[in-house]
């Protein structure tokens, strides 16, 4: 793609609100870096800032296992165990387990492996670049995630592959956020982990949690839906991107059929379901396939919701948040289809 695209990444609130939880009740919010990105935390009602500690903690915790780059994480064993077995903590394997699922139901356009492939690309550091089809070639020998083999807490890496969990860590961060509070007893709050948002219950005074989806052509938002109880999380090339030199726009979310940056008509997906793992995969995975193929695959499941922007201006909805999603901005007066 060239030319239209928002000028950089925006740290702009998924969250639409003010005082998110309302005049009247009290707020506790925590802001921190993890998992390469901004966390928003806000819970409402009393003992709040020990549940929020409790929620930095548990993200600090998983980011630990689950980090590609971190010398001690679950990860990072296996990505250097040379083939050999390597034993992973309940949640690396719960979450792989769970990934590995949605890898072969979405046909592998999410792909746990392909990670060789962002790092080709420079997604991992700085250094943007294109490698050359030689090189994508000789990298995608290296990425299926059907030759990844858990066994319960066992997994098995063959020797060359590298697994990145960075498609869905933030989505599985999320459910298990909701269920710390749950348990604590927090019974409203809303989770903004970078572009993975999680609404626990509704605002203290019972209407939903009002969600942004960001314009990925511009600055402001393209939309907003209502939700309660539910995850809501956006993939966008806007996210990450650089422009090469010949003017063509490279972002971070890869097809990982051809070991390039997925080209399928989408420039941004959010998907809403009640699991926030299944919320992050798909909005990867449905980036990956673009409209035709996200709608055939939708029709097929219908346990989860989408909104999708495509290059060429067009907006979908399926039919779930028909009534809760409504175009903003730059997008409110364009046509809006209803997939069913
Ligand atoms: P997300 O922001 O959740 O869409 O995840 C994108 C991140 O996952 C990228 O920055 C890569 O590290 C990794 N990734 C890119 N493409 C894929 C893919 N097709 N399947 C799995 N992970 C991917
Ligand atoms: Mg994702």
Redesign the pocket.
């Known amino acids: 793609m060239k030319g239209a695209l928002r000028a950089a990444a925006s740290l702009l609130p998924a969250v639409l609100l003010l005082c998110a939880c309302g005049a009247d009740a009290a707020s506790h919010t925590a802001s921190f870096l993890a998992m390469d990105t901004l966390m928003e935390l806000t819970v409402c009602g009393r003992d709040g800032e020990a549940a929020l500690t409790a929620c930095e903690d548990r993200v600090r915790e998983l980011e630990g296992l689950l980090s590609?780059t971190d010398g001690g994480s679950d990860i990072y064993r296996a990505n250097h165990s040379g083939g050999d077995p390597v034993t992973v903590s309940p949640d690396t394997a719960d979450l792989l387990r769970e990934a590995l699922a949605l890898?072969a139901d979405t046909g592998g356009?999410?792909?746990?492996t392909?990670?060789p492939?962002?790092k080709a690309w420079g997604?991992?550091g700085d250094a943007y670049q294109v490698p050359s089809d030689e090189t994508i070639a000789a990298l995608l020998e290296n990425v299926d995630y059907r030759r990844v083999a858990l066994s319960g807490g066992v997994l098995t890496l063959p020797a060359g592959m590298e697994l990145?969990?960075?498609?869905?860590a933030?989505?599985y961060a999320g459910d298990s956020l909701l269920s710390l509070l749950r348990e604590r007893g927090v019974s409203s709050a809303i989770l903004e982990l970078?572009?993975?948002v999680h609404a626990l219950g509704s605002r203290p005074d019972g209407s939903p949690w009002r969600i942004a989806v960001q314009d990925p052509e511009g600055e402001g938002y393209a939309g907003a839906l209502e939700v309660r109880d539910l995850s809501v999380?956006t993939?966008?090339g806007y996210?990450?991107y650089f422009v090469g030199e010949d003017g063509e726009i490279w972002w971070?979310?890869?097809?990982?059929a051809t070991g390039r940056p997925?080209r399928s008509g989408a420039i941004s997906v959010t998907v809403v379901s009640d699991s926030g793992t299944v919320c992050?995969?798909l909005?990867?995975?449905l980036?990956?396939m673009g409209p035709e193929r996200s709608a055939e695959y939708w029709r097929a499941r219908r346990d989860f919701d989408y909104v999708l922007l495509g290059e060429d201006g067009t907006a979908q909805v399926t039919e779930g948040l028909a009534d809760s999603f409504s175009l903003l901005g730059g997008w409110a007066g364009r046509t809006l289809e209803v997939i069913s």
């Open positions: 590609v890898c356009a999410l792909d746990v392909v990670y492939i962002v997604f991992t990145d969990l960075g498609a869905v933030k989505g970078g572009g993975s999380v993939s966008g996210q990450r971070h979310i890869m097809d990982p997925a992050d995969a909005s990867t995975a980036f990956v």
